[in-house]
């Protein structure tokens, strides 16, 4: 399977109306997975990087629900990015997946959903083991 076949771009759809927009999303409905953990990234600009790690548990969904930014996704054999400039769409990025957010615009608020809560032991953090436990 492809990385771009694992790592699912997700259009949601737009409920809104005139009196403005609204986008759901449902855990276990519109993404793969039940919701532990929500979080959000803001403040950044276009010369910070975020992420730069993999999880051994976790999948994650991102959304840019305000302005923009890039996600580098690798498995260490592919590599795709993923502008995220859109409210409604998502990137899926299940487990063992390295990913880099980067390339914010001042107005950026990137939405992470997690399948799990906070555990620093299920991270990689660092890219030469990641390359090797994918090996």
Not at 25 to 34: A, K, N, R
Not at 87 to 114: H, R
Request: hydrophobic letters at 35%; charged letters at 30%.
């Amino acid at each position: 399977m492809s990385l771009r076949d694992k790592c699912s771009i997700i259009e949601f759809k737009d409920l809104g109306d005139e009196r403005g927009k609204l986008v759901v999303v449902e855990g276990g409905q519109s993404i793969p997975f039940d919701i532990k953990r929500v979080f959000y990234i803001y403040g950044s600009d276009s010369t910070v990087v975020r992420g730069q790690h993999a999880n051994r548990e976790s999948e994650f969904m991102l959304i840019n629900v305000a302005g923009k930014s890039k996600v580098r996704i690798t498995d260490s054999k592919e590599e795709i990015i993923v502008e995220l400039n859109r409210p409604m769409m998502g990137v899926y990025i299940p487990k063992m997946i390295w990913k880099d957010m980067y390339d914010f615009s001042a107005d950026s608020v990137l939405l992470v959903l997690a399948s799990t809560h906070y555990d620093g032991s299920e991270y990689i953090r660092d890219y030469e083991e990641y390359k090797r436990e994918m090996e």
